[in-house]
Structure formats: C-alpha cells, structure tokens
C-alpha cells in the first residue's frame, strides 16, 4: 500500500492508467467490433477516461471504497493477513469506479435510447465482468509490484 502522497499518486497513475485503458479497448471493441479504426477509436478515448478516472479515484471513489472497508468489511483477521486488505480495497475500487465510469460511458456515448436505467444496469454489468478480473489478476499485481520497487 502506498505510505505517502507521492507513492499514493504513482500508484493511482499506474493503476488508472492501465484500467482505463483495458476497459477503453473493451468498451469500444463491444461497440463497433474491431473494425479498421478500432487503435484510433481507442487511444482518442483513452485521455478523457483517463483524467476522469484518475480525478474520481483520488477524490471520490478512492477514500470512500477505504473508509467503508475498513470500517465495516476489514476485521482483525484480515488485519493479520494484508493481501486480504489489499483484495478488499480492490474490489471496493472496481465496483465504484465501475459504477461511476459507467454512467460516464453512457455520457459520453449519448446512450440514452430506451430505458436509462436499464441501459445503466447492462453497461455496468458488462464492465464488471471484465474490470474485476483485470484488476485483480493483472493491474493490481502490476501496480503492486511497481509499488513494491519502488519503495526499496
């Protein structure tokens, strides 16, 4: 876990960084396929993801998804084992990143044909299913172990 702000920003960045892009290439593989501009589509969305990820996380989903975990869900077993700590917070962050990145999605898309409610609960289904796995196999190990470097 990251001890200070500038730890704290280097771990955000890694981990909005890689995210954001998987659930970019994702997102706009679901929307169109991988047709010939599917690179262009990709990278042209991944800024603005990016900085809002980035600015949520740090201000809003981050220390909301640590306050609720460790004062309902982390108890002193979990305490004893850290990587149980570190899972928690991570799921934490997956379901309300996803959950606000979703309705920026559908924001962004203009998607607000038929039921909204609906159209919100489908999106961040399919995001879910991808984000959590991602981020607790792949992303989470990654950034960890940056982290992990860099504080030695």
């Known amino acids: 876990m990251p001890r200070n702000l500038k730890e ?29 501009t599917y690179a262009v589509d990709v990278l042209a969305e991944y800024p603005g993801g990016l900085a809002v990820a980035v600015i949520l996380d740090l201000l809003f989903v981050g220390p909301i998804a640590k306050k609720l975990a460790f004062r309902y869900i982390i108890n002193d077993y979990m305490k004893r084992h850290t990587f149980l700590i570190g899972i928690t917070i991570s799921v934490m962050m997956v379901l309300g990143m996803v959950s606000c990145m979703s309705l920026f999605g559908l924001i962004m898309a203009h998607n607000f044909a038929g039921n909204i409610w609906i159209n919100y609960l489908h999106t961040w289904g399919f995001n879910v299913i991808v984000a959590l796995p991602l981020q607790l196999a792949i992303v989470g190990p ?3 172990t940056v982290l992990r470097k860099v504080q030695k």
Do not use: C, D, H, P
């Open 8 to 36: 704290e920003l280097l771990f955000t960045a890694m981990m909005a960084g890689l995210m954001v892009f998987g659930m970019v290439a994702y997102n706009v593989a679901l929307a169109q396929g991988f047709a010939g």
């Open 142 to 144: 990654i950034a960890r």
